[in-house]
């Protein structure tokens, strides 16, 4: 279909690199296109639905977006009420998705449908829907405090008509299928934080060593170069932890735990690394003249996106066996 027919580890070593890009929305809109978007129609879409969107999207000529999360369903999957209701050899789908990445240029969504009324757990499916079709509205481009090269937007669903053989795999699958692409979404968001994880603290050194408070660079105070230590530190342990992930992963594992565990220490080490680096630049790290000050608004999603630490928390939780009984 186009790639390269490599392992998912060479998706993260570009993700890493992808880091090198200063700013946090133009690595994201990428990594929607190839791990986020596509993993789900690349492992169970038919030979046909393959041919006619992840060709054009491998090549570059179609740009996709994925539709799961609503005004009322972020984090919460499971809640989603969109619908595609089967009528003949069509679906006919009515709701809405909000915070759509790439949502206002995108040529196709991997859609998020509730196909039938059963548990919600089993009730949804994956389709391939070409946003070109009537009744498709783009609400909206949505104002964001970060990630502002990246276009984020509402849409809306009227009475859409989209074949059935558009639906990615079995019909009841999706949720199950999303799943599995969260895996690799949430891997690749923490491989592409790690790179301006280690430019801010390394120029946060750069500036802090020539900048001079009470009559010497601010890095001599002890508070501060101790600190820098530390985060640097704690980067490497996460680079670790997405490692033996990525590994075990390629050897076919579930890693839904180690994913979880990297992504909930991203969200988490982001904010810390951000917020820390931006207090040693002092008033020029409030202006936005410095990367600092973008990265500590570009990596804010990293806790909301993808799942939410909450999120990431509850899963944990359920890997360890360690959440309330009924």
């Known amino acids: ?28 809109a990428i990594g929607v296109q190839t791990g986020m978007a596509t993993p789900a129609l690349t492992r169970f879409g038919s030979d046909e639905l393959k041919k ?13 977006c994925l539709g799961i999360s609503e005004t009322g369903a972020g984090s919460d999957v499971a809640n989603i009420k969109t619908t595609a209701v089967k009528k003949g050899n069509e679906y006919v789908i009515n709701g809405g998705k909000m915070w759509i990445t790439s949502g206002s240029q995108a040529d196709w969504m991997c859609l998020l449908a509730n196909t039938s009324e059963g548990p919600p757990h089993q009730n949804k499916s994956l389709i391939c829907l070409p946003m070109n079709l009537p009744g498709i509205h783009v609400a909206k481009k949505i104002d964001k ?12 669903f009227e009475d859409v008509r989209v074949p059935c053989k558009n639906l990615i795999g079995e019909e009841g699958n999706g949720f199950t299928y999303q799943m599995l ?32 408070v009470f009559g010497r660079p601010v890095l001599h105070n002890q508070t501060v170069h101790f600190r820098l230590a530390e985060l640097a530190a704690e980067v490497e342990l996460l ?32 904010r810390e690394v951000t917020d820390s680096c931006l207090q040693f630049w002092g008033g020029m790290g409030f202006t936005n003249e410095v990367l600092v000050s973008r990265l500590y608004r570009d990596l804010r999603l990293m806790s909301i996106g993808g799942g939410s630490d909450e999120t990431m928390l509850s899963i944990i939780c359920k890997y360890m066996d360690i959440l309330p009984r009924k």
């Open 181 to 212: 692409q969260f895996q690799e979404e949430r891997l690749w968001g923490v491989a592409s934080a790690l790179k301006p994880l280690e430019t801010i603290i390394q120029e946060t050194i750069d500036y802090t060593r020539q900048r001079k």
């Open 52 to 64: 006619q969107f992840l060709v054009p999207t491998i090549a570059g000529d179609f740009v996709a």
């Open 1 to 28: 279909y186009g790639g390269m027919g490599l392992d998912f580890s060479y998706n993260i070593a570009v993700a890493e690199e992808l880091g090198n890009i200063r700013c946090g929305g133009i690595p994201m």
């Open 145 to 156: 405090l970060g990630m502002r090269s990246s276009d984020t937007a509402q849409i809306f």
């Open 239 to 270: 680079r670790s932890l997405l490692h033996r992930a990525v590994a075990l992963y390629v050897e076919g594992n579930d890693v839904t735990k180690f994913a979880s565990m990297a992504k909930l220490k991203a969200g988490r080490l982001t």
